[in-house]
């Protein structure tokens, strides 16, 4: 189930499409943030050696949940890949969707959104700490309905495969495909710091389930986007990057007298807390 090593087979790819694509920034005579796509690297490269540590623990409950299965649902028949597609899709959605609006989730996925520069190497920045988080836990279903782990991991590599290229800004509209797809038009919108564009298509290859739950936003022509994260201050920093959003959430337990109010402070929405800039300053010099 770790997404990092399917991406880790890619680097050599990847090598070649971040040339490629500084050659077209070049081209377009615009600066190519080469602090952005080294600290996504970086990211992914020490998130690497840890993942596979932290992954021992969901494969054993995956693999327990699956023996108390409902169904045993063949792997790779027609039928069964496409309702597995389907199936992953949606509780994808919500795994994704949590992730922006939970904050004991965004704590991890906010690392993926802190580039303000949106690359392809930016689908490389993933947490260090996702594991830990749980968010292995929206795929439990799937295990306990009876989907084969190994089509569920390779389903769930094909997704995450399918959304590196959607990383760029030089993919224009692929217009009868935009609302439907998750193009990479789309995952702009989803990357964006706009207020307008915040909290928007969470879909990994489709965007079906944004449009049945109200989330899915077309990119406007013309309107600028903005990346990065709102009122967070901007780090190349691996480990604050990683770090900085658990740093606010202990922060703010502590503040709160109430166990109401700490339950609200760690899994509340991720803007009902401040993160004052001189905090950054500290937790800087606590954990770079």
Known sequence: MDNYQVLFKTLPFLGILLGAEALVFLLFHRRYDWREAASSLAVFLVGSVLKPLFFILPAIVMAEVYEYRLFSIPA????????????????????????HTVRWFWASHSVHHSPTQLQLASAYRLSWTSAVTGVWIFYLPLSFLGFDPVA????????LLYQLPLHTEFIPRLGMFEGILNTPSSHRVHHASNPEYLDKNFGGTIVLFDRVFGTYQAEEEGREIKYG?????????PFVLNFREWFYIVRDVRRQSTLCGKARAIFGAPGESSKPVDDFDEVGKKIA
Do not use: D
């Not at 790779?76 to 949590?98: G, N």
């Not at 569920?152 to 997704?159: A, H, Q, S, Y």
């Open 229 to 237: 994260l709102v009122g967070t201050p901007h780090s190349f920093n």
């Open 152 to 159: 569920l991991k390779i389903m769930i590599g094909l997704n």
């Open 76 to 99: 790779f028949e027609v039928w069964s890949i496409a309702l597995l597609f389907l199936m992953m899709e949606f509780f994808y959605y919500w795994l994704h969707r949590f992730g």
